[in-house]
T-cell receptor, first 109, second 118 residues
Framework: GQNIDQPTEMTATEGAIVQINCTYQ??????LFWYQQHAGEAPTFLSY????GLEEKGRFSSFLSRSKGYSYLLLKELQMKDSASYLC??????????FGAGTRLFVKA | GAVVSQHPSWVICKSGTSVKIECRSL??????MFWYRQFPKQSLMLMAT?????????EQGVEKDKFLINHASLTLSTLTVTSAHPEDSSFYIC??????????????FGEGSRLTVL
């Protein structure tokens, strides 16, 4: 079966760093994505990993370990506008993209 | 980035009626589009894969006769919710990806359509 797990909610303070973890078990693997979704809106793309290691893009970084079925999204210098849901998604062997339930991040002043 | 447009954004209908949602890729040709449904505070659930010029591929548990998908051109896919009932009320989102090789293959999403069935 397909399974993507990530924490339901996290809270962090403005200016801090937060790490959102994701573990997955899927039928095939063709890349892992992180998306940001604000309430009532469509998701927007943040990052992509297909090889092991860290990908850095500004305040956002994403890490992948394929052998462990594990990824994390790292957000630095948190801002209030970063309060949103963060979705971990895997493109499977059939090139479908399936999503985890999302982690709701609350950034407090 | 690529642009996907979805219409309507909001729709309210009476139980038993049918509703059509359109999804267009504005600046690229999409042979494949994906339709997702999202209930409040839940994940995006893949409903079906829309294939240009052929039948859609539905995920397990999704009724193909209830959720009609037509992908008649390389830039347009439609989802029709037939005989809608209150339990069909949800956020429906389409997505597409430009041809592989031009980017990482991330999905670009339409704005989403919030359906409320009374």
């Amino acid at each position: 079966g397909q399974n993507i797990d990530q924490p339901t909610e996290m809270t962090a303070t403005e200016g801090a760093i937060v790490q959102i973890n994701c573990t997955y078990q899927t039928s095939g693997f063709n890349g892992l994505f992180w998306y940001q979704q604000h309430a009532g809106e469509a998701p927007t793309f943040l990052s992509y990993n297909v090889l092991d290691g860290l990908e850095e893009k500004g305040r956002f970084s994403s890490f992948l370990s394929r052998s462990k079925g594990y990824s994390y999204l790292l957000l630095k210098e948190l801002q209030m506008k970063d309060s949103a849901s963060y979705l971990c998604a895997v493109r499977t062997g059939g090139f479908k993209t399936i999503f985890g339930a999302g982690t709701r991040l609350f950034v407090k002043a | 980035g690529a642009v996907v447009s979805q219409h309507p954004s909001w729709v309210i209908c009476k139980s038993g009626t049918s509703v059509k949602i359109e999804c267009r890729s504005l600046d690229f040709q999409a042979t494949t589009m994906f339709w997702y449904r999202q209930f409040p505070k839940q994940s995006l659930m893949l409903m079906a894969t829309s294939n240009e010029g052929s039948k859609a591929t539905y995920e397990q548990g999704v009724e193909k006769d209830k959720f009609l998908i037509n992908h008649a051109s390389l830039t347009l896919s439609t989802l029709t919710v037939t005989s809608a009932h209150p339990e069909d009320s949800s956020f429906y989102i389409c997505s597409a990806s430009p041809p592989m090789g031009s980017n990482s293959g991330e999905l670009f999403f339409g704005e989403g359509s919030r359906l409320t069935v009374l």
